[in-house]
Each structure stands twice: as C-alpha cells, then as structure tokens.
C-alpha cells in the first residue's frame, strides 16, 4: 500500500521568502507523486507530477519539487513567495506506473503568506 | 466540456434524507473518482470507474453511499438516509485514457445534513 506523510499542517512565510511544503511517501513499488493546490471554495488544480522522468520536476506558478529516492521524499519548493500562493497543498502518490489507479492524499499543508 | 462540472455547489439537506450528486467529466475522459473532503478527515477516496469495467467501490463507507455512471459519461452520487456525518465536499474528479497522469477535479459540490 502506498502512503503520503506532510510534515506540518501550517506553514507561514513572509511575501518574498523561501516556501518548503514536505512530503515524504511510502510505497513498495515506484511511484508517481503528484501537488495539488486548493485556494478557498475551489477544487483542487495540479501543480506538478512525477513521473520517473526527471526527478527536478518543475510545475506551474514557479513552483518545483525534488524526488530523492533515498529519502523517499517529494518536498515542494518556491523561490519566493507571492501573496497569491496562500492557500492549502495536498502531496499524492499513485503506485503502480498507471494512470487509472486511484491517488492517496496527504494531509494538507495550509500556506499562509504574511506581508 | 471544458472542465468537471459539478452540481449543485452546494447543498443543504435534513437528516434522513436522500441526495444526488452529479459530476459531468471532461469529454473523451473515461476515468472518473470520487473523492470526499471534511475537516480532520482530508481526501478520502470513494470510488473509481473507468471504462466499462466494473467501478472500484472500495472507498464507500456504507451501504448508504452508491454511484452510478451512465453512457461512460456523467455520474451520479447517491446518499441515503443522509447522516450529520455526511457533509463534507465532495468532489469529482476525471483523467484521460492518454499517459496523463493526474486527475483534473471539479469544484465540488458541498453537502451540509441539519
């Protein structure tokens, strides 16, 4: 069974400064590991995913993620962070190499952006 | 259509009674989920259908809960006897039969039992 860790339920960042979401996951096969975004009344909108191509994946809205296998980690990362980035991020994972299977979510991770 | 179309967007309904769902995917996806959001309980999958093949009906929590999903296309979510503990959001999602991967989700139909 495959299964998605986020470390920490809230995460605050000053407009500008670095963003980090982690994710680590658990799966005995390879994984395909996906962010999504949430912003408030909204469905969920994909950021990036994995693949098992390159594993610097770039998304959209200047956000990037790392896969290191030796960590089995999928941690989310920005540069410098806008106002527009509050908003809730989910980790995911689908095992199995297909795109018919059903992805396990993780908790959350609330992003607050101060000015 | 353009995206997953959900409705209502939300509904408010009486303890005890039942309710429908609907999801509209995107054309041409022949995979559809869905998925339950409520607070402390984050997404929980409900079901999957893909194709004509028999759904994945793992995810449902009771005998309460079914889905349908007619012509390959649009899907009904049905809860009976509906509960306190059944409001949530709840929200669809579709992918394509193409190596895509990643679902493309709706906005969700939120579901209030009073």
């Known amino acids: 069974a495959q299964s998605v860790t986020q470390l920490g339920s809230h995460v605050s960042v000053s407009e500008g400064a670095l963003v980090l979401l982690r994710c680590n996951y658990s799966?005995?096969?390879?994984?395909?590991l996906f962010w999504y975004v949430q912003y408030p009344n909204q469905g969920l909108q994909l950021l990036l995913k994995?693949?098992?191509?390159?594993?610097l994946v770039k998304g959209i809205n200047g956000f990037e993620a790392e896969f290191k296998k030796s960590e089995t980690s999928f941690h989310l990362t920005k540069p410098s962070a806008h106002m527009s980035d509050a908003a809730e991020y989910f980790c995911?994972?689908?095992?199995?190499?297909?795109?018919?299977?059903?992805?396990?979510f993780g908790q959350g991770t609330i992003l607050t952006v101060h000015p | 259509g353009a995206g997953v179309s959900q409705s209502p967007s939300n509904k408010v309904t009486e303890k005890g009674k039942d309710v429908e769902l609907r999801c509209d995917p995107i054309?041409?996806?022949?995979?559809l989920y869905w998925y339950r959001q409520s607070l402390g309980q984050g997404l929980e999958f409900l079901i999957y259908?893909?194709?004509?093949?028999?759904?994945?009906k793992s995810g449902l929590p009771s005998d309460r809960f079914s889905a349908e999903r007619t012509g390959g296309s649009v899907s009904t979510l049905t809860i009976q006897r509906t509960q306190q503990e059944d409001s949530a959001v709840y929200l669809c999602?579709?992918?394509?039969?193409?190596?895509?991967?990643?679902?493309?989700f709706g906005s969700g139909t939120r579901l209030t039992v009073v």
């Open positions: 259908f893909q194709g004509n093949s028999a759904p994945d």
């Open positions: 999602a579709s992918n394509p039969t193409a190596t895509n991967y990643g679902y493309t």
């Open positions: 995911a994972v689908l095992a199995g190499g297909t795109s018919y299977g059903k992805l396990t």
């Open positions: 799966s005995s096969v390879p994984p395909y």
């Open positions: 054309s041409g996806h022949t995979a």
């Open positions: 994995y693949t098992s191509a390159a594993t």
